[in-house]
C-alpha cells in the first residue's frame, strides 16, 4: 500500500511539473483566441469572448505561408540528407573502427558546442563568395551539415548495440555490403533514425539567426518571419505574435507527442549494449 502511495505521489509531482512548464505554452494558445485588449488586460482576463480574426489576419499574409512552407521544406529536406550522411558515417565509424575514430568522434560533437555568433561572420562571407547567400540550397547544406555531427554520435550508439554477427551471416551468405546495411542493419536500429531526424527537426525548425543572416528575405523561415513582423508603427503586434507562436509550436508538439519514446531512447544515444 505504501509503494503505491510513493508512486502515486511520484506521478502527481511530474504531473505537476509538466503543468508549470507547459503553462507559458497554454497561455500563449489562450492568447491566439484573444483581442488586443484583452491580450494586454490588468489583471490578466480569463473570462474572454474566443475570436478568430487573429487567425484570419495570420493567413492573409503572405509572409506567413511562404515563411512556413520555407520551415518545412528546408527542415525536412536538412535533416533526411543529414540522416542518410550519417548513417554511412556512423555505421563506417561502427564497424570498420579506425584508429582515430574517438579523436574524430570528439572533433564532430566539438563542432555542435561552438556558439553560432562565433561562426556567422565567416559562414556569411563563405556563402557571399559561393553566391548561396539567400538561396534554399544554401540554407539546406549548412543545415545538414551542422546535422550531421549529433546524427553520428546518436547513430553510431545503436550500431555499436548491433552484433557484428548480423553483419558477417549477410556477408557469407552473399549479400553485398550495402544490402547489409540496408535490408540487415538498417531496420534494427530505426529507432535511432528517427530519434536522430526529431532532435534535428527541433534544431532547424526554431534555429534563427543563421536563416536571417544567410537566408534573409529571400528564404524566410518561421523563427525570422515572427521576430520580424511582430513589431509594427503601433508597437508590438501583440495577436499576431501570439497566432504566429502557436504555428510555430504546434508542429514540433505534434511531433514530440507522437515519436517521443524515440527521444527517450535517443538520449540515451543507444548506450543500451547486448546482442540485438
Known amino acids: 500500500m505504501r509503494q503505491k502511495k510513493n508512486k502515486a505521489g511520484y506521478y502527481i509531482l511530474l504531473w505537476i511539473v509538466a503543468l508549470i512548464f507547459f503553462a507559458p505554452v497554454f497561455w500563449v494558445m489562450l492568447s491566439a483566441f484573444k483581442t488586443r485588449d484583452d491580450i494586454l488586460s490588468v489583471p490578466p482576463s480569463f473570462n474572454f469572448t474566443p475570436v478568430i480574426d487573429n487567425f484570419v489576419d495570420l493567413f492573409s499574409r503572405d509572409t506567413f505561408i511562404n515563411s512556413f512552407t520555407n520551415s518545412i521544406f528546408i527542415s525536412f529536406t536538412a535533416v533526411a540528407i543529414a540522416v542518410v550522411v550519417s548513417f554511412f558515417a556512423a555505421y563506417a565509424f561502427s564497424r570498420f573502427k579506425p584508429k582515430i575514430t574517438n579523436f574524430m568522434m570528439f572533433i564532430l560533437l566539438s563542432i555542435r558546442m561552438v556558439p553560432a555568433a562565433a561562426t556567422i561572420v565567416p ?101 525570422v518571419t515572427l521576430t520580424t ?40 544515444f543507444g548506450t543500451v549494449r547486448g546482442e540485438v
Not at 165 to 171: F, G, I, Q, V
Not at 238 to 249: E, I, Q
Open 123 to 223: 559562414v556569411f562571407l563563405m556563402y557571399s563568395a559561393l553566391g548561396w547567400a539567400g538561396t534554399y540550397h544554401g540554407l539546406i547544406l549548412f543545415y545538414a551539415m551542422f546535422s550531421i555531427p549529433f546524427s553520428v554520435w546518436i547513430l553510431k550508439g545503436f550500431l555499436d548495440g548491433v552484433s557484428v554477427r548480423y553483419d558477417e551471416t549477410a556477408l557469407v551468405n552473399g549479400a553485398g555490403r550495402l544490402n547489409t546495411m540496408f535490408k540487415v542493419i538498417l531496420p534494427q536500429v530505426r529507432p535511432g533514425l528517427v530519434a536522430a531526424f526529431i532532435f534535428n527537426i527541433i534544431f532547424v525548425w526554431n534555429e534563427f539567426l543563421f536563416s536571417f543572416i544567410v537566408g534573409g528575405t529571400s528564404v524566410e523561415t518561421m523563427p
Open 229 to 268: 513582423g511582430v513589431f509594427t508603427s503601433a508597437g508590438i503586434d501583440w495577436p499576431f505574435m501570439a497566432t504566429m507562436s502557436v504555428f510555430n509550436v504546434m508542429p514540433l508538439l505534434v511531433a514530440l507527442f507522437f515519436f517521443q519514446k524515440y527521444l527517450l531512447v535517443g538520449m540515451t
